[in-house]
T-cell receptor, first 111, second 110 residues
């Protein structure tokens, strides 16, 4: 059981470039989440999904898009990266319960 | 607006000391309160507290939920250097969304 995995682990982008972060889970969880974590601000929810084919906006969705074409995968896209999107991104998953399980994170720097 | 506030923001103690971390919340449709520990990477789950389970204990760690005061504490006794981490508090709403506090950075000096 790999749990929740994220790729890539690190990435450096130039302003205006695009990229996709991949999250995969092998626990058959219905719910999946994308967060960003910035110093002193805790975790902020970007988008989430309550099942295959569904997505919803979280607290800070602007500048990001997501897709959940398969139950085990949740993709986070940045169409035109900005320096304000420099952050550590965490994916998490859960059954329809309270406890979320986190991936190892992706450190993204936008120059 | 929903919010979760943790205090203190950071704390430095010596090995063997006892620490108490605080979490207060103003969240609509409260379902549960969770504590996580974050070392260098991903947060890992510690406790979940609900109206039917307001006190949890695991080894040297324990936590209590005070629904009247809308707060929770996390206690760590006989601290060890391995307890150094950021401790995160989150409130789960009825739609299973988590509202997170900013965390308490705990440093244990040998």
């Amino acid at each position: 059981n790999a749990g929740v995995t994220q790729t890539p682990k690190f990435r450096v982008l130039k302003t205006g470039q695009s990229m996709t972060l991949l999250c995969a889970q092998d626990m058959n969880h219905e719910y999946m989440y994308w967060y960003r974590q910035d110093p002193g601000m805790g975790l902020r929810l970007i988008h989430y999904s309550v099942g295959e084919g569904t997505t919803a906006k979280g607290e800070v969705p602007d500048g990001y898009n997501v897709s959940r074409l398969k139950k085990q995968n949740f993709l986070l896209g940045l169409e035109s990266a900005a320096p304000s999107q420099t952050s550590v991104y965490f994916c998490a998953s859960s059954w329809s319960t309270d406890t979320q399980y986190f991936g190892p994170g992706t450190r993204l720097t936008v120059l | 607006e929903d919010k979760v506030v943790q205090s203190p923001l950071s704390l430095v103690v010596h090995e063997g000391d006892t620490v108490t971390l605080n979490c207060s919340y103003e969240v609509t449709n409260f379902r549960s309160l969770l504590w996580y520990k974050q070392e260098k990477k991903a947060p890992t789950f510690l406790f979940m507290l609900t109206s039917s389970g307001i006190e949890k204990k695991s080894g040297r760690l324990s936590s209590i939920l005070d629904k009247k005061e809308l707060s929770s504490i996390l206690n760590i006794t006989a601290t060890q250097t391995g307890d150094s981490a950021i401790y995160l508090c989150a409130v789960c709403k009825s739609n299973y969304q988590l509202i997170w506090g900013a965390g308490t950075k705990l440093i244990i000096k040998p």
